[in-house]
């Protein structure tokens, strides 16, 4: 069984990836794929009460998150649409491409520590679209956000589901991992910033023209700045609710979007309904990518059946009786995360090696968060902030592989190595 649906799921993942040549949307693929994953998995295991409850389980983890996305892409469309980034362009001056792509990088890295990367992801991305005209220049970008979030979210105890689990489970702790990580997170950063710098050279920034019904109907200042600040609070405060409540960030987020869909609707109660409808959550919540969010539920499902079937756990054990040095191991891990999703990975990592062997704050548990939270930049389907990208931009597979992963691969590497220096350096 564990062969037919490690070649399954091999399958499903090259028809992600070579979407545009066999021309068969990738969204259809990753369907096909978790519902063949499932069906082969119930059939073999004969019990229908547990695969009913795994899945029961899968589904669960999968709908918080789909939840948390379409709430942050809706907050992310009405702050748009209400003209609301035009308050962080105007803070802006630069002209030139490689100067705006360091501001860009080094920004979204301290914003993805401070939210999570999925979101800071989707607020960048979606701001990029306001400052750049040329698609080619806003998928370099994206290429660059997804590293950078991805990097910014793995020295801090909120800013990636990953260390978030560790942190919970009693792995890490806040100072420590701060501490530790975030020098070769850093670094992880700054090698692509470098090369993708060089890349662009001094091209001009060039901006998108102004769509009409902007022209015609633009926002007041007062609008504006409420509904920026509004939407950035509420994405800003989820991390606060879930420690305060101990709830899924899922049902904070959802709050907030409650909170500023009846402020947003005071703002606009005066106006007739055929001025105000643009800016209105109902509108924003059509213009979210649904296909991208049915993608992100057939990938998340499809690697549960992997985790269920015990085909992680299977790989972590051979490699840690194969590998044995527990540097590589955790290496091997973090650039397995960019085939697959970094969540089981992790999760099956942390049940195999026991807290009374490997503390709280070990070498194991820190570069653990480094290389799982950064190793998924290599791949675009390697971490929600590149599927939320991919789906964002529309960019492609192998434009990501061809464009971006060498450089991320050159960072994750960079980084791996700082932190292996200074922990010894420190130990």
Known sequence: MSLLLSSLFVFAY??????????????????????????????AQGDAALVNAQLGDSLMGT???????????AIVEVVDAHDGFEVLTALIQTKRLSTLMWLVGVFTFFLSSILDNLTTTIVMVSLMKRLLAEREDRMSFAGVIVIAANAGGAWTP?????????????????????????????????????ISGWQVGSRPVVAPQRAADRQTLPTTPTERWVVLVLGLAVLVLVPVFKSV??????LGILLGLGVLWAVADLLHRRKADAHKQHLTLVSALARIDMGSIVFFIGILLAVAVLEHSHILGA????????????????MVIGLASAVVDNVPLVAASMGMYDLAKYPADSFLWEFMAYCAGTGGSILIIGSAAGVAAMGLE?????????????MALAGYLAGALVYLVQYHWLH
């Open 315 to 330: 790989l972590a054990h051979w490699l840690d009786v194969t590998v044995g040095r527990l540097d590589l191991i955790v």
């Open 245 to 250: 409540t101990h709830l899924p960030p899922f």
């Open 158 to 194: 909120i800013g990636d589901v990953t260390t978030t689990m560790l942190w919970i489970g009693g792995q890490i702790t806040t100072l420590a991992i701060v501490q530790g990580v975030f020098l070769a997170s850093m670094v992880n950063l700054l090698v692509p910033l470098v």
């Open 14 to 43: 090259l028809a992600i990836a070579l979407e545009h040549p066999l021309k068969v949307n990738k969204t259809a693929s990753a369907l096909i794929g978790a519902g063949l994953l499932w069906t082969v998995y119930a059939l």
């Open 394 to 406: 529309r960019i492609d597979f192998l434009w990501y592989l061809r464009k971006v992963s060498a």
């Open 63 to 73: 709908a918080q998150i789909v939840f948390f996305l379409i709430a942050a892409m």
